[in-house]
Every structure is written in C-alpha cells, then in structure tokens.
C-alpha cells in the first residue's frame, strides 16, 4: 500500500475511534445521570437571591445534562452559607450528582479568614454564572453632597446595617482608601431599614447590589429621588458607565490593589460551582449543559416573564476571576483587613 494512502487510512480510523469515544462517554454519562436526581446545594433559607437562582436552574439545567435527570436543590443555611461550604467542599458526594450555589466571598474569605475556611476554592472549579452581585451607592436627592467632587469636600453620613455585611463594607473601605468625608452610620435592621433612612433623609448615601435596587427601588430611580454616584466592581456594570468605579478614585498602588481584590467578589454572583474531585469529563459537561441552558429559548422566557436579572459569565471567564482573586498577595489581604476595621471608626 502505498505510503500515502496508509497515512489517509491511519487518520480515517483515529477519527472513527475519536467519534466513537466520544459517542460511548456520552453514553456513558446518559446512563449514569438518567432516572437520576442532581442536587444544587445552596447555604442560605428559600426566599432571597441564592434560592431564586438555584430554583431558575432546578428548572432548566437538567434538559441539558445527559440522561435529563431531576434537579433539586437542599437548603443547608447557617453562618451566612459557610456551614453549607464546608459540606460541599469535605463530604458531598464528587460524583456529579452534587453541585453548589454558594455565597461569592468564599474565595476572598479563605485568604483572610483562614482557620475559619474549611474549604479550598483552588479545588473547586465554577460552572457558570447567573448574575453579578456588584454594590451600587446611591445618593439622595437633597443631601448637600451630590458629586464626587463636593463629597471630597463636605462630611456625608452613610447608612449601615452593621460591619460584616458586604454593602455596609463598600462604604467603609472607600472612607479608608480614598479622600471621600465618608461618615458611618451603622446599626440599622437590614437593608430595608437603611433604604428608608436614606428617604427620610436621616443618611445621605447607601449601597446595595445594584440588581436589588433596580427590582426594588425602580420608581425612586426614574423619579430621580435616588441616583447612583460611586460602583464597586472591577468594571462598570452595564448602563452605568459614566458613574465612577471606587477603585479608580485611588492614586496609591497598594490600596488600589487591595480595592480591586474586595471588588472581585461581586463578579462573582450567583454561580454554579462543582465540588472537588469531580472528574474532568463531568465538569466538561456542566459547563456545556450550563453554556446550553442560558441561550435555551425556555431559559430566556422564564427569566423575562419572571423578570429574573441576568449577566452570564462562563465557566472560563469564572475561573478567571476566582484565580485573581486567590492569587491576591498576603500585603494586600491585610491592607483591605485593616481598611475593614477602621474604616468605620
């Protein structure tokens, strides 16, 4: 035979094997997953953003999975979702009938609060996300200081809720970094509580994830007795563009870095995440059935009828931004821990 024609018969039968490899794995994971249920583990109660997502994919994502098992999700709430955390990450099955939805700071949270962590994000590899959670400060109308400019100058109070919630972090941590005459005002019940401060005037400013004060707050945005006037994320949230980042108010390279490692955890959001171990294959397959699921038509009717808020980040770009955030030196972790504290004294 001659030399070429062995060549071109070698490559028709690699690609034969090639095809029929890949028909078989998927065989294989339709019989494993078929008549199955995948459980989305989520560490927070029903009601609430962690729970509308999870839901939204208990109803889609198994359509796409080989074999079209039922998707369920378990709550595990406590600690603010740290006791569900370590579960998924040391005793949930790895087997790919286990996937998370877990809070964002985990990542920013095993570098400062190590002996608390009982999780390793390096092991864990996220599946794709819904929705960023990143904060938004709003000024009132009527509070003396309705610039970037005139808050350099004039002393502005900033409602709270109290000094470990990330909403009421944003205010603190730019108080610190920046020139802004911040004033905290800390204490309230909840972020309902700190809104209707904010209305009657007893606070000037307060943040909060912008997707919430869109869904919540809209009237008060048209009407313009609320506007946004500083972002917290490493890039303007769509629509938004001409409202300054926080972290392009800092001149100083290291407070700048640290600013950037406590915006990241807004990319973040509410996102798929797999356990550790789950082999390579299945994790191919979340991401695809994930990537599939939000430009399914049924998808995108069920998030418009429902008026369900998304910016979809793939599995990829999710690792990208979980890797930026664990590769945050251990200057700029204590920089932001310091900023945490004192930036509300």
Not at 207 to 229: C, F, M
Request: proline fraction near 5%.
């Amino acid at each position: 035979m001659p030399k070429m024609i062995k060549l071109a018969a070698a490559s028709a039968i690699a690609a034969v094997l090639s095809v029929s490899q890949v028909l078989a794995q998927s065989e294989d994971l339709a019989d494993f997953f078929e008549g199955g249920t995948v459980t989305i583990l989520t560490g927070h109660p029903p009601g609430g953003s962690y729970d509308l997502y999870s839901q939204l994919a208990a109803r889609h994502l198994g359509k796409h999975i080989p074999g079209q098992p039922e998707v369920i999700v378990q709550h595990m709430p406590g600690g603010g979702g740290s006791i569900a955390s370590a579960h998924f990450a040391n005793r949930s099955l790895n087997d790919g009938t286990v996937i998370g939805l877990l809070p964002e700071p985990l990542a920013a949270k095993q570098l400062m609060e190590p002996d608390s962590s009982h999780w390793d994000l390096n092991e864990m590899r996220y599946i794709g996300r819904f929705n960023d959670v990143r904060s938004v400060m709003m000024v009132r109308k009527g509070a003396a200081a309705q610039t970037i400019e005139q808050l350099r100058e004039i002393e502005t109070p900033v409602g709270c809720t109290g000094t470990t919630s990330s909403s009421s972090q944003t205010g603190a941590v730019t108080r610190y970094f920046t020139d802004l005459k911040f004033r905290m005002v800390c204490g309230y019940k909840g972020s309902s509580a700190v809104i209707l401060a904010l209305t009657r005037g007893e606070v000037d400013l307060t943040s909060s994830v912008w997707t919430n004060w869109v869904s919540r707050q809209s009237e008060a945005i048209e009407s313009g007795d609320v506007k946004p006037i500083l972002q917290f994320g490493l890039e303007p949230i769509a629509g938004l563009e001409d409202v300054p980042l926080a972290v392009d108010l800092i001149d100083d390279p290291a407070a700048k870095s640290a600013m950037k490692f406590f915006a990241a955890s807004g990319e973040i959001g509410r996102a798929l995440i797999a356990p550790p171990g789950l082999s390579d294959e299945k994790y191919q397959m979340y991401t695809e059935a994930f990537d599939a699921m939000v430009t399914d038509p049924d998808f995108l009717a069920d998030t418009s009828e429902k008026g369900i808020p998304l910016n979809i980040l793939d599995g990829a770009g999710m690792e990208e931004v979980k890797t930026l955030i664990l590769s945050t030196s251990e200057a700029d972790v204590k920089l932001l821990a310091t900023a945490m504290d004192e930036g509300f004294n």
